[in-house]
């Protein structure tokens, strides 16, 4: 298990098939497991060899492209329309995909992020927060907390990351040049609307392209008409949530609960 080990320490997606049940004669019995790579590649395990091994290959490049699971029935039998491989028996293969939980960098201090990012982490975010104040006791849910940046420097989100910014309108600048110069998935800034309109027109006049700009969330958080710092805090995970999702199973966009939300 050391290569799940580096897997999950390099962030890195795979998929898991697991030998669920199995009828007559399999070169592979129920609970064996085996590791396929984003290129569809055995890696780690043993599934049974042969065309069972690519039909649960291609399943498990399917559920790395949409998010989902599925089961997989090999009819070993049947040397044409099934695995190819007569060994007299069925063989149904469990096939899950294992991402890495999702970054979230988190700046500012208050209530508001203290929420954020005790939410953030029950729906698996793994949270950077960034902020002199920021300390384990005041936040122990966070995975990392830097104190060290007050200009924000270390702010480096990687393609897939989420970055929310909270901080009282010091330092909103330069965090939203640094997100806006990476690859990251989502970019929400708490505020006002009208401070959230001062915000973009500076950025505007200083030479961000508007396709750029689409990509801040301002202010942060779907529209559930919120008041309280549990209220925009939950509305604010929500959106990312629903990124996040957008992300594993792109056709959502156009379903009228996400339309609904835009």
């Not at 936040?139 to 420097?153: H, K």
């Amino acid at each position: 298990m050391h290569l799940l080990r580096q897997f999950g320490d390099e962030r890195i997606p795979y998929a898991l098939a697991t030998v669920v049940e199995v009828i007559g004669s399999s070169s592979a019995p129920p609970s064996s497991r085996a590791v396929f790579d984003g290129r569809g590649q055995l890696i780690l395990g043993w599934i049974g060899g042969g065309c069972a091994q690519s039909m649960v290959a291609h399943a498990a490049l399917d559920s790395l492209r949409d998010g989902k699971a599925r089961m997989v029935d090999i009819d070993l039998n049947d040397e044409i329309f099934g695995a190819g491989m007569p060994c007299g028996g069925n063989t149904r293969v469990f096939v899950e995909p294992v991402f890495p939980n999702p970054i979230l960098w988190l700046l500012g201090r208050g209530t508001l992020v203290q929420h954020v990012c005790e939410l953030a982490s029950r729906m698996d975010f793994d949270v950077i927060v960034d902020d002199a104040e920021a300390t384990p006791d005041l936040l122990p849910s966070a995975s990392c907390i830097i104190s060290d940046d007050q200009q924000y420097e270390k702010l480096a989100p990687q393609a897939g990351d989420f970055v929310v910014i909270a901080t009282h309108h010091k330092g909103d600048y330069a965090a939203l040049r640094r997100a806006l110069g990476s690859a990251a998935a989502y970019i929400g800034l708490v505020s006002s609307r009208k401070r959230a309109s001062l915000v973009l027109d500076r950025l505007r006049r200083e030479g961000f392209p508007q396709e750029q700009l689409d990509r801040i969330h301002a202010p942060a958080g779907i529209p559930i008409g919120s008041r309280t710092p549990q209220e925009i805090a939950l509305s604010i995970v929500a959106e990312m949530v629903s990124q996040r999702r957008l992300m594993l199973c792109p056709p959502m966009r156009d379903h009228p609960a996400h339309k609904a939300l835009t």
